[in-house]
DNA sequence: CGAAAATTTGACATGACTCAACTGGAGTGG
DNA sequence: CCACTCCAGTTGAGTCATGTCAAATTTTCG
């Protein structure tokens, strides 16, 4: 059962105890989304929290050039959330979109405050969860600020070596903030090294 | 007393009961700090929640060529901590400095984890703060990948209006990435529009 | 297999940085 | 309260990093 991925996801924090696991049973339900479809689509408001249990989505921008920009890339035991619309309830700014086939649970947004309200567990390991992407975020925008282009290639390498083999260079470029012509430069003269 | 400063903010989410409000009294303590002292310095070890009732603090990052990156602003009513240094209780990559005189109450690394512990709703409000400082920063990660110098600035002079006319180009430069003779180009331009 | 997308390449354009110099204003100590 | 220093801000010349556009080639996947 995929929900049984989601259990053991929450095991890294605090463990849930029977009733709560129950709660989750009730109250996730299963997705199967293609390569290239949409969980989320600009001008939906976001109405669930998207847990993936296989396969990787990304959640991009889009600008006024009409080019993508890449904010996150969401593997499997990753939520893929636009927080900003869920919480508010107006129009999402953004996509979510598979970049492989995926599995995917999903709770819609009452369901998400009765778990908040009733189990205090789930304000427990999702404020323990939201610390962690926030310290991620923060790092990488440190990288953003303070090195060039290639160093942040590396240093993206580096840093998700197990993704970074899955996706393709232009999801990596629109991830790093530069063109996948410039990427490819890149990738040419550490080619020589 | 500074310290209603605190639980006004804390009024924002759900507001503490008067068990919650003395457990606030006896755990944080008042500090001043001096403009350009230090609330931590690369090397030590993170161990106190921040937060900080008057004045502005920085929080940066120095380069291996000795420069500065202004990771966050922290001004009145916000809270100011290297949460990686805090909860792994390795020695910090970051500075906090007060630009500003400032004042700050504290709390340490013990009393925070028993007051989420004894009362969860620090565990649901910090969960919303946490959430929201994940929005602001994704905010910011999509303007640093996506858009051009100027167009940051002119966006962090809107989104920070209150804040700006408080902090010198210099600070602002290093927040958004940029040299401050850049920036200096970036406002003479605008004077003539 | 065939279409669509990814990758590479090169010529050229531009955004942003470096360095050095100068100016003016704010903070500090005598 | 003045003099001094230091730091913020500006300017310009030259350079480097990265983007744009167009085209050719390769890969992917339906």
């Keep these: 059962m995929q929900i049984e991925k989601l259990k053991e996801h929450f095991d890294n924090y605090f463990p849930l105890d029977s ?13 199967n989304i293609k390569r290239r479809h949409f969980v989320l ?23 006024t050039h009409g080019k993508e920009h890449n904010l996150q890339f969401i593997p499997e035991n990753d939520w893929a959330t636009d927080l900003s619309s869920f919480y508010s309830e107006q129009p999402s700014q953004l996509f979510i979109q598979a970049l492989e086939p995926s599995r995917v649970l999903q709770i819609r947004h009452d369901n998400v405050l009765y778990l908040y309200t009733k189990y205090h ?7 323990v969860i939201f610390e962690q992407k926030y310290i991620e975020s923060q790092n990488r925008t440190l990288q953003n600020i303070s ?5 942040r290639y590396q240093h993206f390498l580096r840093q998700y070596s197990n993704l970074s083999n899955r996706l393709s260079n232009v999801q990596i470029a629109s991830y ?18």
């Design 147 to 151: 090195s060039s282009a290639e160093d």
């Design 41 to 63: 689509e600009q001008g939906e408001v976001c109405k669930h929290f998207t847990f993936v249990v296989s396969g990787c989505l990304r959640m991009y921008a889009v600008d």
């Design 176 to 193: 790093l903030g530069i063109t996948p012509e410039f990427l490819s430069v890149i990738r040419r003269a550490n080619a020589y090294k």
């Design 19 to 31: 009733a709560e696991q129950e709660a989750l049973n009730k109250l996730f339900s299963e997705k």
């Design 121 to 127: 567990k789930f304000d427990h390991n999702f404020r």
